[in-house]
Protein backbone atom coordinates (compact mmCIF):
# COMPACT_ATOMS: atom_id res chain seq x y z
CA UNK A 1 0.00 0.00 0.00
CA UNK A 2 2.01 2.95 1.14
CA UNK A 3 5.22 1.52 2.97
CA UNK A 4 6.85 3.96 5.55
CA UNK A 5 10.48 3.11 5.31
CA UNK A 6 11.36 5.89 8.15
CA UNK A 7 14.48 7.48 5.67
CA UNK A 8 14.45 10.66 8.28
CA UNK A 9 16.10 9.98 11.73
CA UNK A 10 14.39 11.26 14.81
CA UNK A 11 14.57 15.08 15.79
CA UNK A 12 17.96 15.31 17.21
CA UNK A 13 16.85 18.99 18.57
CA UNK A 14 14.66 17.37 21.45
CA UNK A 15 15.51 16.95 25.03
CA UNK A 16 13.62 13.44 25.12
CA UNK A 17 12.94 12.54 21.76
CA UNK A 18 11.54 8.60 22.80
CA UNK A 19 8.39 9.18 21.50
CA UNK A 20 9.67 9.39 18.46
CA UNK A 21 11.67 6.96 18.26
CA UNK A 22 9.60 4.83 19.52
CA UNK A 23 7.03 5.27 16.43
CA UNK A 24 9.45 5.11 14.44
CA UNK A 25 9.96 1.63 15.76
CA UNK A 26 14.03 2.68 16.65
CA UNK A 27 16.00 2.01 20.06
CA UNK A 28 15.04 3.80 23.02
CA UNK A 29 16.41 3.36 26.66
CA UNK A 30 12.38 2.82 28.26
CA UNK A 31 9.05 2.50 26.55
CA UNK A 32 7.58 6.30 26.46
CA UNK A 33 3.86 7.06 27.99
CA UNK A 34 1.48 9.43 27.31
CA UNK A 35 -1.97 9.21 27.87
CA UNK A 36 -5.13 10.21 25.61
CA UNK A 37 -7.14 12.60 27.34
CA UNK A 38 -3.92 13.53 30.03
CA UNK A 39 -5.58 17.05 29.89
CA UNK A 40 -9.03 16.75 31.32
CA UNK A 41 -11.17 16.86 33.84
CA UNK A 42 -9.65 14.58 36.21
CA UNK A 43 -6.93 17.27 37.36
CA UNK A 44 -8.29 20.14 39.83
CA UNK A 45 -6.05 22.67 38.06
CA UNK A 46 -8.13 21.92 34.70
CA UNK A 47 -10.86 22.95 36.05
CA UNK A 48 -10.14 25.44 37.17
CA UNK A 49 -8.73 26.66 33.94
CA UNK A 50 -12.16 25.37 32.20
CA UNK A 51 -14.03 27.54 34.81
CA UNK A 52 -12.29 30.58 34.45
CA UNK A 53 -12.78 29.66 30.60
CA UNK A 54 -16.68 29.69 31.07
CA UNK A 55 -17.15 26.67 28.89
CA UNK A 56 -15.64 23.69 26.92
CA UNK A 57 -15.51 25.37 23.77
CA UNK A 58 -14.15 29.08 24.95
CA UNK A 59 -11.55 26.97 26.65
CA UNK A 60 -10.67 25.13 23.48
CA UNK A 61 -11.14 28.29 21.08
CA UNK A 62 -8.65 30.10 23.16
CA UNK A 63 -4.83 29.85 22.25
CA UNK A 64 -4.01 30.90 25.51
CA UNK A 65 -5.78 28.68 27.83
CA UNK A 66 -5.62 25.83 25.27
CA UNK A 67 -1.85 25.79 25.99
CA UNK A 68 -2.02 26.62 29.54
CA UNK A 69 -3.96 23.21 30.10
CA UNK A 70 -1.63 21.49 27.24
CA UNK A 71 1.00 21.80 29.65
CA UNK A 72 -0.60 21.10 33.25
CA UNK A 73 -0.12 17.43 32.47
CA UNK A 74 3.35 17.79 32.24
CA UNK A 75 3.93 19.51 35.01
CA UNK A 76 2.49 17.29 37.53
CA UNK A 77 4.15 13.50 35.38
CA UNK A 78 6.91 13.20 33.74
CA UNK A 79 4.81 12.04 30.52
CA UNK A 80 7.26 11.56 27.05
CA UNK A 81 4.74 13.85 24.76
CA UNK A 82 2.56 16.86 24.80
CA UNK A 83 -0.79 16.09 23.06
CA UNK A 84 -2.73 18.88 21.72
CA UNK A 85 -5.73 20.47 23.92
CA UNK A 86 -8.82 20.77 21.13
CA UNK A 87 -11.66 19.06 19.95
CA UNK A 88 -11.87 16.45 16.94
CA UNK A 89 -15.01 18.30 16.23
CA UNK A 90 -13.72 21.66 15.63
CA UNK A 91 -13.70 20.13 12.11
CA UNK A 92 -17.57 20.53 11.05
CA UNK A 93 -17.69 23.10 13.46
CA UNK A 94 -15.67 25.08 10.97
CA UNK A 95 -17.71 23.92 7.91
CA UNK A 96 -20.71 25.54 9.60
CA UNK A 97 -22.40 22.47 11.45
CA UNK A 98 -22.97 25.11 15.00
CA UNK A 99 -21.27 22.97 17.37
CA UNK A 100 -22.36 23.16 21.42
CA UNK A 101 -22.44 21.58 24.32
CA UNK A 102 -25.19 20.61 26.10
CA UNK A 103 -24.82 20.39 29.92
CA UNK A 104 -24.95 16.45 30.64
CA UNK A 105 -25.47 15.77 26.86
CA UNK A 106 -22.55 16.26 25.44
CA UNK A 107 -21.55 17.81 21.96
CA UNK A 108 -24.36 18.79 19.56
CA UNK A 109 -24.95 20.47 16.57
CA UNK A 110 -27.56 23.20 15.32
CA UNK A 111 -27.31 22.02 12.05
CA UNK A 112 -26.75 18.00 11.54
CA UNK A 113 -26.71 16.93 7.96
CA UNK A 114 -30.12 15.65 7.60
CA UNK A 115 -30.95 16.59 3.75
CA UNK A 116 -29.46 15.69 0.37
CA UNK A 117 -29.19 19.51 -0.22
CA UNK A 118 -26.95 20.23 3.12
CA UNK A 119 -24.75 17.41 2.46
CA UNK A 120 -24.77 19.02 -1.42
CA UNK A 121 -23.71 22.17 -0.10
CA UNK A 122 -20.65 21.19 2.30
CA UNK A 123 -17.15 22.23 1.46
CA UNK A 124 -13.60 21.98 2.73
CA UNK A 125 -13.10 24.56 5.18
CA UNK A 126 -9.39 26.66 5.05
CA UNK A 127 -7.57 25.44 8.43
CA UNK A 128 -5.54 28.47 8.01
CA UNK A 129 -8.66 31.28 8.95
CA UNK A 130 -11.43 28.85 10.03
CA UNK A 131 -9.39 26.95 12.29
CA UNK A 132 -6.73 29.44 12.55
CA UNK A 133 -7.09 29.17 16.25
CA UNK A 134 -6.29 25.88 16.24
CA UNK A 135 -3.14 26.00 15.21
CA UNK A 136 -2.27 29.61 17.17
CA UNK A 137 -2.40 27.15 19.69
CA UNK A 138 -0.04 24.63 18.48
CA UNK A 139 2.33 27.82 17.44
CA UNK A 140 2.10 28.42 21.42
CA UNK A 141 2.37 25.39 22.89
CA UNK A 142 5.88 24.43 20.76
CA UNK A 143 7.01 27.36 22.06
CA UNK A 144 6.23 27.01 25.63
CA UNK A 145 7.39 23.37 25.59
CA UNK A 146 10.99 24.57 24.18
CA UNK A 147 11.96 20.65 22.78
CA UNK A 148 10.92 18.96 26.05
CA UNK A 149 9.11 16.61 24.37
CA UNK A 150 7.31 16.37 20.92
CA UNK A 151 3.63 17.88 20.51
CA UNK A 152 1.05 15.43 19.14
CA UNK A 153 -1.53 16.91 16.67
CA UNK A 154 -4.62 15.18 16.37
CA UNK A 155 -8.19 14.92 13.95
CA UNK A 156 -11.10 13.00 14.12
CA UNK A 157 -11.19 10.27 11.31
CA UNK A 158 -14.14 10.96 8.50
CA UNK A 159 -16.12 8.30 9.30
CA UNK A 160 -16.01 9.23 13.26
CA UNK A 161 -16.79 12.96 11.97
CA UNK A 162 -19.59 11.96 10.19
CA UNK A 163 -21.39 9.93 12.99
CA UNK A 164 -21.84 13.30 14.78
CA UNK A 165 -22.27 15.04 11.76
CA UNK A 166 -25.09 13.25 10.25
CA UNK A 167 -26.61 12.19 13.95
CA UNK A 168 -26.34 15.47 15.54
CA UNK A 169 -24.25 14.33 18.40
CA UNK A 170 -23.72 11.44 19.93
CA UNK A 171 -25.52 8.10 19.65
CA UNK A 172 -25.92 4.59 21.09
CA UNK A 173 -27.10 3.22 17.58
CA UNK A 174 -26.26 5.43 14.92
CA UNK A 175 -29.22 4.68 13.38
CA UNK A 176 -29.39 7.89 11.13
CA UNK A 177 -25.62 7.38 9.49
CA UNK A 178 -26.08 3.71 9.13
CA UNK A 179 -29.62 4.13 7.68
CA UNK A 180 -28.23 6.28 5.08
CA UNK A 181 -25.18 3.98 4.76
CA UNK A 182 -27.38 1.66 3.37
CA UNK A 183 -30.03 3.30 1.69
CA UNK A 184 -28.07 5.68 0.06
CA UNK A 185 -24.66 5.12 0.26
CA UNK A 186 -23.43 7.71 -2.35
CA UNK A 187 -24.22 10.06 -0.02
CA UNK A 188 -22.50 9.27 2.77
CA UNK A 189 -19.42 8.72 0.45
CA UNK A 190 -19.69 12.43 -0.88
CA UNK A 191 -19.32 13.30 3.20
CA UNK A 192 -16.54 11.47 3.87
CA UNK A 193 -14.67 12.47 0.78
CA UNK A 194 -15.28 15.98 2.01
CA UNK A 195 -14.33 15.13 5.61
CA UNK A 196 -11.36 13.34 4.75
CA UNK A 197 -10.17 16.28 2.71
CA UNK A 198 -10.65 18.30 5.38
CA UNK A 199 -8.85 15.84 7.75
CA UNK A 200 -6.18 16.07 6.12
CA UNK A 201 -5.78 19.78 5.14
CA UNK A 202 -6.15 20.25 9.07
CA UNK A 203 -3.96 17.92 10.02
CA UNK A 204 -0.75 19.21 7.85
CA UNK A 205 -1.84 22.47 9.21
CA UNK A 206 -1.05 21.42 12.13
CA UNK A 207 2.17 19.72 11.22
CA UNK A 208 2.90 23.14 9.41
CA UNK A 209 2.44 25.04 12.66
CA UNK A 210 4.62 22.62 14.71
CA UNK A 211 2.77 19.35 15.82
CA UNK A 212 5.69 16.83 15.32
CA UNK A 213 3.56 13.44 15.18
CA UNK A 214 -0.04 13.55 14.48
CA UNK A 215 -2.66 10.76 15.33
CA UNK A 216 -6.17 10.11 13.54
CA UNK A 217 -9.24 8.65 16.12
CA UNK A 218 -11.47 6.46 14.67
CA UNK A 219 -13.74 6.59 17.91
CA UNK A 220 -17.11 4.86 15.85
CA UNK A 221 -15.11 3.06 12.87
CA UNK A 222 -15.69 -0.05 15.46
CA UNK A 223 -19.30 0.53 15.35
CA UNK A 224 -19.53 -0.90 11.96
CA UNK A 225 -19.75 -4.33 10.05
CA UNK A 226 -16.83 -6.01 8.31
CA UNK A 227 -17.50 -4.86 4.88
CA UNK A 228 -18.54 -1.46 5.89
CA UNK A 229 -15.42 -0.53 7.52
CA UNK A 230 -13.23 -1.46 4.83
CA UNK A 231 -16.18 0.98 2.39
CA UNK A 232 -16.77 3.72 4.74
CA UNK A 233 -13.93 3.99 7.36
CA UNK A 234 -10.91 2.56 6.36
CA UNK A 235 -10.20 3.54 2.78
CA UNK A 236 -10.52 7.15 3.89
CA UNK A 237 -8.36 6.95 6.37
CA UNK A 238 -6.07 5.62 3.82
CA UNK A 239 -6.64 8.67 2.07
CA UNK A 240 -5.70 10.45 4.78
CA UNK A 241 -2.60 9.20 5.51
CA UNK A 242 -1.73 9.14 2.15
CA UNK A 243 -1.88 12.88 1.99
CA UNK A 244 0.47 13.46 4.97
CA UNK A 245 3.10 15.15 5.48
CA UNK A 246 5.84 12.51 6.20
CA UNK A 247 8.51 14.44 7.24
CA UNK A 248 8.58 18.41 7.85
CA UNK A 249 11.78 21.01 8.39
CA UNK A 250 13.85 17.66 7.73
CA UNK A 251 12.70 15.57 10.40
CA UNK A 252 10.26 12.79 10.22
CA UNK A 253 6.65 13.43 11.31
CA UNK A 254 5.10 9.96 12.58
CA UNK A 255 1.43 9.05 12.49
CA UNK A 256 -1.13 6.83 14.47
CA UNK A 257 -4.22 5.59 13.55
CA UNK A 258 -6.65 4.25 16.45
CA UNK A 259 -9.93 2.94 15.42
CA UNK A 260 -11.49 1.92 19.18
CA UNK A 261 -13.04 -1.62 18.76
CA UNK A 262 -10.69 -2.07 15.97
CA UNK A 263 -8.62 -5.48 16.80
CA UNK A 264 -10.38 -7.43 14.21
CA UNK A 265 -8.62 -4.80 11.69
CA UNK A 266 -5.26 -4.43 12.75
CA UNK A 267 -3.58 -6.54 9.77
CA UNK A 268 -5.34 -3.95 7.22
CA UNK A 269 -4.92 -0.63 9.31
CA UNK A 270 -1.40 -1.45 9.29
CA UNK A 271 -0.67 -1.63 5.99
CA UNK A 272 -2.70 1.62 4.88
CA UNK A 273 1.04 3.40 5.72
CA UNK A 274 0.76 4.86 9.30
CA UNK A 275 3.77 4.41 11.58
CA UNK A 276 1.59 3.13 14.36
CA UNK A 277 -1.80 1.45 15.19
CA UNK A 278 -3.50 2.48 18.68
CA UNK A 279 -5.26 -0.93 20.25
CA UNK A 280 -7.98 -0.52 23.18
CA UNK A 281 -7.53 -2.90 25.71
CA UNK A 282 -9.57 -5.87 24.46
CA UNK A 283 -6.60 -7.04 22.09
CA UNK A 284 -3.40 -8.80 23.59
CA UNK A 285 -0.69 -6.47 22.89
CA UNK A 286 2.03 -9.96 21.98
CA UNK A 287 -0.84 -11.55 19.89
CA UNK A 288 -1.19 -7.59 18.20
CA UNK A 289 2.63 -8.03 17.30
CA UNK A 290 2.81 -11.70 16.11
CA UNK A 291 0.03 -10.61 13.53
CA UNK A 292 1.75 -7.34 12.06
CA UNK A 293 5.23 -8.58 12.70
CA UNK A 294 7.77 -5.08 11.89
CA UNK A 295 5.43 -3.33 9.74
CA UNK A 296 4.00 -0.66 12.18
CA UNK A 297 4.58 0.16 15.81
CA UNK A 298 1.73 -0.14 18.16
CA UNK A 299 0.54 1.95 20.77
CA UNK A 300 -1.68 1.08 24.00
CA UNK A 301 -3.79 -0.30 25.61
CA UNK A 302 -4.20 -0.15 29.69
CA UNK A 303 -7.97 -0.84 30.12
CA UNK A 304 -8.65 3.51 31.68
CA UNK A 305 -10.71 1.24 34.84
CA UNK A 306 -7.25 0.17 35.94
CA UNK A 307 -6.40 3.42 37.26
CA UNK A 308 -9.53 3.12 39.61
CA UNK A 309 -7.83 1.30 41.34
CA UNK A 310 -4.29 0.83 43.78
CA UNK A 311 -0.61 1.87 42.88
CA UNK A 312 0.15 -1.35 43.41
CA UNK A 313 -2.39 -2.88 41.05
CA UNK A 314 -1.47 -0.62 38.64
CA UNK A 315 2.25 -1.35 38.51
CA UNK A 316 1.13 -5.15 38.48
CA UNK A 317 -1.05 -4.27 35.11
CA UNK A 318 1.33 -2.00 33.67
CA UNK A 319 3.69 -4.81 34.08
CA UNK A 320 1.27 -7.50 32.22
CA UNK A 321 1.05 -5.35 29.49
CA UNK A 322 5.05 -4.24 28.97
CA UNK A 323 5.25 -8.59 28.93
CA UNK A 324 3.01 -9.06 26.38
CA UNK A 325 4.33 -6.34 23.89
CA UNK A 326 7.72 -7.88 25.06
CA UNK A 327 11.68 -6.79 24.16
CA UNK A 328 12.38 -4.37 21.69
CA UNK A 329 11.39 -1.27 19.51
CA UNK A 330 8.23 0.22 18.86
CA UNK A 331 5.72 -0.11 22.24
CA UNK A 332 4.39 3.69 22.64
CA UNK A 333 2.36 2.73 26.26
CA UNK A 334 -0.92 4.49 26.42
CA UNK A 335 -4.29 3.57 28.02
CA UNK A 336 -6.94 1.63 25.43
CA UNK A 337 -9.13 4.95 25.51
CA UNK A 338 -9.41 7.92 27.41
CA UNK A 339 -8.39 8.44 30.99
CA UNK A 340 -11.74 9.30 32.96
CA UNK A 341 -12.34 12.07 35.00
CA UNK A 342 -13.17 10.17 37.63
CA UNK A 343 -9.47 8.99 37.60
CA UNK A 344 -7.07 10.38 41.07
CA UNK A 345 -4.25 11.91 38.83
CA UNK A 346 -1.28 9.98 41.78
CA UNK A 347 -2.60 7.08 40.11
CA UNK A 348 -1.31 8.86 36.72
CA UNK A 349 1.66 9.79 37.82
CA UNK A 350 1.78 6.02 39.24
CA UNK A 351 1.44 4.69 35.96
CA UNK A 352 3.67 6.90 34.46
CA UNK A 353 6.47 5.92 37.08
CA UNK A 354 5.48 2.29 36.58
CA UNK A 355 6.13 2.44 32.90
CA UNK A 356 9.30 4.42 32.79
CA UNK A 357 10.67 1.65 35.51
CA UNK A 358 9.42 -1.92 34.46
CA UNK A 359 10.36 -0.92 31.12
CA UNK A 360 14.02 -0.48 30.89
CA UNK A 361 14.47 -4.18 30.92
CA UNK A 362 13.12 -5.02 27.65
CA UNK A 363 14.84 -2.43 25.95
Not at 37 to 56: D, V
Not at 104 to 122: S, V
Not at 249 to 261: D, L, N, Q, R, Y
Request: proline share 6%.
Amino acid sequence: MFPRNNPVAQPTYLKNDTLIRALLRQPTPYTPVWVMRQAGRYLPEYNATRKRAGSFLALAKNPDLATEVTLQPLARFKLDAAILFSDILTVPDAMGLGLYFAEGEGPKFEHPLRDEAAIRRLTVPDPGSSLGYVLDAVKQIRRALDNTVPLIGFSGSPYTLACYMIEGGGSDDFRIIKSMLYTRPELLHHVLDINAQAVLAYLNAQIEAGAQAVMVFDTWGGALSDAAYHEFSLQYLQRVIAGLHRTWGGEAVPSIVFTKGGGLWLEDIATIGCNAVGLDWTVNLGAARRRIGDQVALQGNLDPAVLFSTPAAIRSEVGAVLRQFGAGPGHVFNLGHGVSQFTSPEHVGALVDAVHELSREYH
